[in-house]
């Protein structure tokens, strides 16, 4: 989202649809200074930035992505 200019995600969401024909799958954040420290330390983003916002959004795609492509359960769901 961009709230400094009045953009939300549910308005970007429908632009990006009506321009492409295809929902967004994920908004992540912006956080430069997380990819700027991972770019000089040459780590990655990941290794070096784990809690960062960004981080932390990219893994939670990822997440999702591969249960919903692979079929799997969550693992808040084994056991259950």
Same mark, same amino acid.
């Given at each position: #989202?961009?709230?400094?200019?009045?953009? *939300?995600?549910?308005?970007? !969401?429908?632009?990006?649809? &009506? =321009?492409? $024909?295809?929902?967004?799958? #994920?908004?992540?954040?912006?956080?430069? *200074?997380?990819?700027?420290? !991972?770019?000089?330390?040459? &780590? =990655?983003? $990941?290794?070096?930035?784990?809690?960062?916002?960004?981080?932390?959004?990219?893994?939670?795609?990822?997440?999702?992505?591969?249960?919903?492509?692979?079929?799997?359960?969550?693992?808040?769901?084994?056991?259950?």
């Amino acid at each position: #989202a961009r709230p400094t200019i009045g953009w *939300s995600d549910a308005g970007i !969401a429908e632009t990006v649809e &009506r =321009l492409t $024909g295809r929902k967004p799958q #994920a908004f992540l954040p912006l956080d430069q *200074s997380a990819v700027d420290a !991972a770019l000089v330390s040459g &780590r =990655l983003l $990941g290794e070096s930035q784990a809690d960062s916002r960004l981080a932390k959004a990219l893994n939670r795609f990822a997440g999702e992505w591969a249960t919903q492509q692979l079929n799997l359960r969550p693992l808040s769901a084994v056991g259950t």
